[in-house]
């Protein structure tokens, strides 16, 4: 028995319909005439399953992609408060810059918002050198008139600074520092990292009275995330996660993830025409530095990638899985105190029949000798006194000692 | 120093456990695994009192386990069930032969009955065959669509109330990731469940090795000194499905709790309301449960038989037009009979 797929596709699944090929990411620029103008260019984007283009056509067609994300779901109020995440990463630049020329628009095409940036400094958590400054003042004066703010991951939201005002503080620790230390596995580390950070940025929106938060996550971004939603045992919440509105955060602050229709080559072509500077390379975000097998998240990205290779739609297809599910949301259930995903209410068999292996494991033989409840004692370790979902128990459990929250 | 077993049995413990982690000795390893079999049977309510269960044997470890433990577990604990082993033969030389000898050893361990059943006198091809005709890119899909209609067939024929699988967690953990690999929602929606099928005319599945861990079969099995069949397939392993299986190794190897994991995300994934859910019926051909007219197994067997093995793979459109074509030039080559014959 090698197969438990049923009925129609059998065993090898879709993948009859892929097509295995896929051209090598990267530049791909001549000369000639723009398919769509039909304007003579010195140089030409040519985007997987899309004709050669010139600058401006491309630029337009990103762009459009940034704008039908918002505008499809009408979920932006006109003048709506918005904050912009900036990580320095190309992505979030390509955001920034869409963004800006969203607004300088005449009046008919423009996105009625007032928007501001701030700029996370994650790289003393990373344990890296930090930021050049100067190369983000310097796209603060790009960007005019938006205000530039920074924060630090791990301190406290009252010590965001305008970019102007801003130094480095002294101190290389903090307390996040510190609990990361805590946690045993890289797996638990990023997964809690990842939380903290919704949570600051939270914070920060409620401080800056904004009601919408731009992150700059794109399609590759989100199937690995569903990808490793389900292997962190986050099913019931993978969707808000890759989903373009997320509503889990405290004070009815909403994240959307407007660039998630864009592909990685089109970030690289954007970076290209509109010149842009990334301030870090792709791929540095915390931990990675430890290689593909050190946490089920750098698996799972190395997976993805890899997978890209040999099967040229299986991130969008993953992305797509991702478009057709929908959260596990009950209004009267109460949620998660540390990630705000609900709580699954009734106890699920799953979790009891890892709760009942350990028990079993403890009793071994004795466990003959009848008049023992071994069902009630798992029941009993189920109980949800800590008010923390499946997951977040995980990264409690590692913490051997003090309090996730 | 030795390490002592973790339920301070006394014994020096023998193994740790995969699934827990935990440092146990070779008994209570054996208790502990029964164990968790009879309560995921008991709580999920997988069979009733006089039923008779036909135990899906393949002669590997899995299914030898399940028939092992499903064997101890009614005498222990008087289920009051009627076991029966079924197997299929695909007609694979040098691979189900050699395994069906396994199933027969089996049989006559446990005191079983057997039906064995061949894809010969089903469908009238044998894998084999098939390969020859098809090559060995998409005969898994051949070899999966009638094996699964075949135990249905089996299953009618001994005349059981369910049959019981060797599916373990690994495999359900596996599957659930190949089909968000794969966009498949119907059957994202349906391959964690511990029961499926069940209707009016259908005979329902059941799984209790679901909870089980690959690594934990193994052991018992070893342990146990059961004998099983460890070869794999002489054709060509499915390519797609190993990526998702290498994947899962891999996770597994950082959080062995991983397996569990992904069931649990697998269960806890709900779908928005606009997603097509698959209406089961059953194919007015043949009269077996499909989701589809015809079923998969007619369509490929259709294929087999006219020649067009690709029929049933890729999309149907395509096939339809495969059909249309033969029929326009087996008309084509009938008119110049009948001209022929006119003289």
Known sequence: MCSIGEDDFGDDGATHAMVVESLPLGIVLSPGNCSKCDVNSGELYKLNFRTAECRECFLAYARHKFRAALGAAKILPRNAEVLLVLDGSAESLVLLDMLHFAQTQNTFKRLHCNARVVYVEEQKVQGRDPVHLEALQNLSTQYAPFDFYVIELGALPSSMQRIKDYSPSLNANNELIHKLQKLRSLTARQDYLQQQRKNLICSVAQCLQCTHVFESNISVDLATQLLTAIALGRGGSAALDVALLDDRLSGDVKLLRPLKDLNEQEIQFYIHAQRLKPLFEKGSCFGREHGQTASLQNLTSAFVANLQQNYASTVSTVFRTGDKIAANSNPEQSSCVHCRSTLDSEISDTLLAIEYSRTVSEAGVSLYKSGQDLEGLAKKRLENKDGLCHACRAIQAELDSGNLL | ??????????????????????????????????????????????????????????????????????????????????????????????????????VKQNRDDYQMPLKILSYEELYGWTMDRIVAQIGRSNNCTFCGVFRRQALDRGAKLLGVDSIATGHNADDIAETVLMNVLRGDTARLRRCTSIRTGGGEDSIPRVKPLKYSYEKEIVMYAHYKKLVYFSTECVFAPNAYRGHARAFLKDLEKVRPSVIMDIIYSGEQLRFKDTVKKPERGTCTRCGFVSSQQPCKACVLLEGLNRGLPKLGIGKKTKGERMIAKQNQELALRERANLVKNDF
């Open chain 2, 1 to 102: 120093m030795p390490i002592i077993c973790k339920s301070k049995c006394g014994n020096r413990a023998a193994l740790k456990r995969p699934k827990t982690g935990d440092a146990l000795c070779k008994e209570c390893f054996f208790a502990a695994f029964e164990a968790e079999i009879h309560h995921t049977i008991s709580s999920s309510n997988l069979f009733r009192r006089g039923e008779k269960v036909a135990v899906a044997a393949s002669g590997g470890k899995d299914s030898t386990v399940l028939a092992h433990v499903l064997k101890l577990l009614n005498e222990r604990h008087n289920y009051g069930l009627e076991l029966v082993l079924l197997s299929i033969d695909e007609g694979i030389t040098g691979y189900r032969d050699d395994s069906l000898e396994t």
